[in-house]
């Protein structure tokens, strides 16, 4: 439940794709944790919580197998050039892109990357900490 890991949610998004969607949340920070042991500390941490739209995987797979589907039938055709298209193979470069937007771990990995590479130090862009 929500109420149980938030002290509150913005229930309108603050930015949203084809994906995922992205809204303002306070994570609740329990008394026992160290960095609360003042209770002037325990206020909630305000995050940004990307929430994947319901049913958005088995949506993206069956239209990449309905690219996959049309690409092959277009490649089949007996039209001049219409292999140097390649058409299987870029269905298939955008299926990967697809997928992989579609794992938020492999985002959440490439956003601790960010971090690192763009530490405070550097001055020119920051990102924020990754909470799982």
């Not at 959440?108 to 909470?131: Q, T, Y």
């Amino acid at each position: 439940e929500l109420e149980e890991v938030f002290d509150w949610f913005e229930i309108d998004p603050i930015g949203a794709g084809c994906i995922a969607q992205v809204h303002r949340a306070a994570i609740k920070r329990p008394m026992d944790s160290p960095t609360t042991a003042d209770p002037a500390q325990a206020e909630a941490m305000v995050v940004a919580v990307k929430v994947k739209r319901a049913g958005v995987d088995k949506a993206v797979l069956r239209d990449l197998e309905l690219l996959r589907w049309g690409a092959a039938a277009v490649h089949a055709l007996p039209i001049r050039g219409i292999k140097y298209l390649a058409l299987p193979e870029a269905v298939e470069s955008f299926a990967e892109h697809m997928l992989s937007q579609l794992d938020l771990r492999s985002e959440a990995a490439h956003l601790r990357r960010l971090a690192r590479n763009f530490s405070p130090a550097s001055g020119s862009a920051s990102a924020g900490k990754v909470v799982f």
